[in-house]
């Protein structure tokens, strides 16, 4: 490593520069495979968070992400469960308060979550020979807003599918 490289030019950046941002996803149709319209944890990073962060934090994430789920994770990333913000914007904070005697600022990730040993998921195989429509049918069956797809025998989720990402990107509310 002892190589000595040679230092680029910089250039003044132009007024009125504006940041790269990746073209839109394309439209979908029941008919498209599947995959695509897999969030694909393999080439994106999963957001996750701990057990003893409170909801409010939790809330902040998914506001600043722009997402509606986070898997719950330990120290040694082993999913814990998830939690999404149904789970936060409904019955259950009110519930838990009220049973608990807590305030809201009081209430942790790990009272909310859905553990990991009540969640199921899709193997990866099934879904690749699928198509949107099998995904959407689905998730109506199970009455789902998120399914996750599982491979390495189901050790590892390598994919989710979301029904709001599917319904914006089919054109349908």
Known sequence: MDRDYAA?????????SRVASPPPLPRLALESPALEAMTDLRRIAASTIATDRTIEECKAIMVARAIRLLFVEDAQCRVLGVITATDLLGEKP???????GLRRHEILVSDLMTPASVLEALDLQAVVHAQVGHIVATLKRAGRQHTFVTDEGGRRI???????????RLGIE
């Open 8 to 16: 680029l030019d910089h250039l003044p950046l132009p007024a009125g």
């Open 94 to 100: 009110v519930r838990f308060m009220h049973e608990r």
């Open 158 to 168: 390598c994919g989710l599918f979301s029904a709001t990402h599917i319904a914006r």
